[in-house]
């Protein structure tokens, strides 16, 4: 397991050992997705997650910098597909490349040394729906360097498969980014993601990738 993920995969394994999956002729995505939605902290993996990336804010200093934190219950693997800055630069952990179902990623943004520029990107990451079709989570944020009338805005939003790797979507998310609020979700094709942010310069950003039909506490 890499070192910017945290938790144990949920799998089919997993819920046959909970009493109420144990005798369930078919286990089914958004099963998994339910589990791990209702054990997002078990075993203070998001503790964990977030001590990392605390960990790796403190070892890079001063000047504004996004603490972001994913967490997949999509009851499938999630795989990083691209990323897209607008101002700064991922930190000194890369983004998780593989984050499993029930796993915790994590990483920093960080702004551009010398530059009066904050954190502002956008993440995108590879899934399926409960039917097989695989979908696109996309979730970008705004940390301004000018805090004067701008606070921190996130924004997210599921597409089909490869919808993101064309670069005319990159100016229209920006735009969508910062008209948006501290929190923000999507509902498409039935997958679902919910992120939010903190107004301070180097707030914890959280997203939870998860699907439409999944039951969480």
């Known amino acids: 397991m890499a070192s910017n993920v945290f938790g144990n995969p949920i799998t089919d394994q997993t819920l046959r050992g909970l009493p109420e999956y144990k005798d369930k002729p078919v286990i089914t995505a958004t099963d998994r997705a339910t589990v791990a939605l209702n054990m997002k902290n078990a075993g203070n993996k998001d503790v964990n997650a977030r001590k990392f990336v605390e960990n790796l804010k403190e070892r890079y200093g001063n000047g504004v910098s996004t603490l972001?934190?994913?967490?997949?219950a999509t009851g499938g693997t999630l795989n990083f597909v691209l990323s897209h800055d607008w101002h700064g630069h991922i930190g000194e952990s890369p983004y998780p490349q593989q984050i499993d179902n029930g796993q915790w990623g994590a990483y920093l943004h960080v702004h551009t040394s010398g530059a009066a520029v904050g954190s502002s990107a956008a993440v995108v990451y590879r899934g399926k729906n409960e039917g097989g079709t695989t979908c696109d989570w996309m979730f970008g944020w705004s940390n301004p360097w000018n805090r004067w009338g701008n606070d921190n805005t996130v924004y997210t939003e599921i597409r089909e498969y490869r919808h993101y790797e064309?670069?005319?979507?990159?100016n229209y998310i920006q735009d969508k980014v910062e008209g948006s609020g501290l929190t923000h979700s999507d509902t498409w094709n039935g997958c679902v993601s919910t992120?939010?942010?903190?107004?301070?310069?180097s707030p914890i950003l959280q997203a939870i990738l998860t699907l439409e039909n999944a039951e969480g506490l």
């Open 166 to 170: 064309d670069n005319n979507h990159w």
């Open 195 to 201: 992120v939010a942010t903190g107004s301070s310069t």
């Open 68 to 72: 972001c934190l994913v967490y997949n």
